[in-house]
Each structure stands twice: as structure tokens, then as C-alpha cells.
């Protein structure tokens, strides 16, 4: 079946820009306008993110965030043909920050929240950053969109870990250096073993595991704030949050993270993946209570 996915895809992505975009806003007439996708968890998340913006507001956020949504898979496959020099042109970013770490002999530690285009930013990176570029990724149930996915994200040498993998098989798939991309905003599995910080003022559940990893390494953490330019264009602007975890108290590099992803949202709202349930969880003094980060 891959033999017959993977060729379909392929000359799909010749087509012009322009007509796949169109073929974009007609996937975002039926995701918002016809068959709702997840629209209630995106305007709930809206509403408690800007209470303070009209209802007419928090629309407008969110009609712009499903076109980003359905860019962002038309811009997927798009990339499966799209040549060096093209690439070039459509994405930038201050990855001299990255490359001059490497100087100092450390790896280093890059975070980020849901925001979009993220196969924009996974080629980049193993493109034009000195450090062996190492992702965290769930794979897909389906295995011919897995295999067609990894190899898009390998173009560029990115080593891709399996998220349950990555606890007990790091090393098996990591030799020497490296730069660890990771969506450090996901929900945790389990609250109670979370650092609950203010988010949008509202106590929210962090994964623990990239700070325990900055510090068990001494791995310097860098903030990367990727955003679309214009269509089909990206730029990444990347912030050293710091370089020496040891220095920090327990919660207060994730504190400073989700400070990082929440004035990146308010600087551009539709940027952000509003599908997925940030507020998952709700904060109980008596359960949650000793794991706030003040």
C-alpha cells in the first residue's frame, strides 16, 4: 500500500502552491464551516486563554488557526518534493544561537510548544544546525503514512526517537552529540506527577521530563518560537532560557518555559494548535496543591 500512497502524495506535491493552497481553504470550509472539527475544545480553549476578547474576536483567532491547521498538512506534502534551494528560501531562523553552543562542547535542549509549521522546523534544524538534530515523535497508528512521515522528517539526517522509547532506548539511538527538539507543552499522563504553573492565569499541569533531562544532563535550554511569515513561509527565533540547569530550583525551568509559550500565543494566537486540550486537567488544592511552582 505505501508503493501506491507514497507516489499519489508525491505528484500531488508537484502541483503549484497556489493550487494546493486552494485545495487547503477547501479543507478548512469542511473542517469549520461543515463537519466542526474539535471546534468546541478550540473555542473553550480560546475563551480561557483571552476572556477578555469578544466572542466575535476569539472567532476570528480561531477561523485564521484552522487555516494554519490545514496549511500545515498541505505543507507536508508539498515538502515531499520540494527541492534544497526552495526549502532555503521558505525558511529562516537565528540558528547561530544553537550553532555557537556547540563550541562549548555541550548538547543542547530545544523546546517548544504546538505551534506551526513543525516539519518546517524539524528539516531546518538537521539542515543548518551543527548539532545531530534528534526528535521525539509518536508514530503513527497507520504505518504507511509512519513510514512516509519518517522519511520526510530523515531528509535532512534528523534522528527520530519514539516517544516510548525515549526513557529506556535514548542512547541506543544517540551517539555523542546532539540537539533534542521537544513539544515541551504536551499534556502530563498523570497530574500528580506534573509542575502545576500559572498558564494564561490559570494553574496548569507541565511535563516534568524535559527540566529533569536539562538538569540530569546539564543541557543548556533553548526556547524556539517558530511562526508562519507568510503562507509558505517560516522563521524560527530561538531564545537560550539557559545554560546552566543545575542553577535552577525544581519547576522553575518549566515556570519559565510555559512563561516562553504563552507570550508567544498572545504575540500570534492563530499560531498556536487549539485542537488539542491544553486545560485537560483541573487544579484540586487538596490533590495538586504541593506541586505549584510559585
Not at 509558505?232 to 525544581?250: K, L, S
Request: glycine fraction near 6%.
Amino acid at each position: 500500500m505505501y508503493y501506491i500512497i507514497y507516489p499519489l502524495l508525491y505528484l500531488l506535491s508537484l502541483l503549484p502552491w497556489g493550487i494546493l493552497y486552494l485545495l487547503s481553504d477547501g479543507v478548512y470550509v469542511i473542517l469549520y464551516y461543515i463537519s466542526g472539527y474539535r471546534k468546541k475544545v478550540v473555542m473553550n480553549n480560546l475563551l480561557i486563554a483571552f476572556p477578555e476578547k469578544t466572542e466575535k474576536e476569539r472567532e476570528i483567532i480561531a477561523k485564521e488557526f484552522y487555516h494554519n491547521f490545514t496549511d500545515t498538512f498541505i505543507e507536508t506534502i508539498k515538502l515531499l518534493s520540494v527541492n534544497d534551494t526552495e526549502f532555503a528560501k521558505r525558511y529562516t531562523s537565528n540558528n547561530e544561537i544553537i550553532n555557537e553552543l556547540y563550541e562549548t562542547g555541550l548538547n543542547v535542549q530545544l523546546q517548544a510548544g504546538h505551534f506551526f509549521n513543525w516539519e518546517f522546523v524539524n528539516l531546518g534544524e538537521s539542515r543548518y544546525g551543527k548539532f545531530p538534530f534528534v526528535a521525539v515523535y509518536m508514530p503513527i497508528a497507520n504505518k504507511n503514512f509512519d513510514r512516509m512521515i519518517h522519511k520526510l522528517r530523515a531528509r535532512y539526517g534528523t534522528i527520530l526517537v519514539p516517544a516510548v522509547d525515549f526513557k529506556t532506548k535514548f542512547h541506543q539511538y544517540v551517539k555523542g552529540r546532539y540537539a533534542l527538539g521537544l513539544a515541551a507543552d504536551q499534556n502530563p499522563g498523570n497530574p500528580l506527577a506534573a509542575h502545576w504553573v500559572s498558564f494564561f492565569n490559570r494553574l496548569t499541569p507541565f511535563v516534568t521530563g524535559p527540566e529533569k533531562g536539562a538538569k540530569l544532563n546539564n543541557t543548556p535550554v533553548i526556547f524556539g518560537h517558530f511562526y508562519k511569515v507568510k503562507r509558505g513561509y517560516y522563521h524560527t527565533q530561538f531564545t537560550v532560557i539557559t545554560t546552566t540547569p543545575r542553577d535552577f530550583e525544581m519547576g522553575k525551568l518549566t515556570q519559565l518555559f510555559a512563561s516562553c509559550v504563552e507570550k508567544a500565543i498572545r504575540e500570534r494566537p492563530a499560531n498556536y494548535l487549539w485542537s488539542h486540550r491544553r486545560w485537560k486537567w483541573e487544579f484540586d488544592e487538596t490533590k495538586h496543591g504541593n506541586l505549584v511552582i510559585k
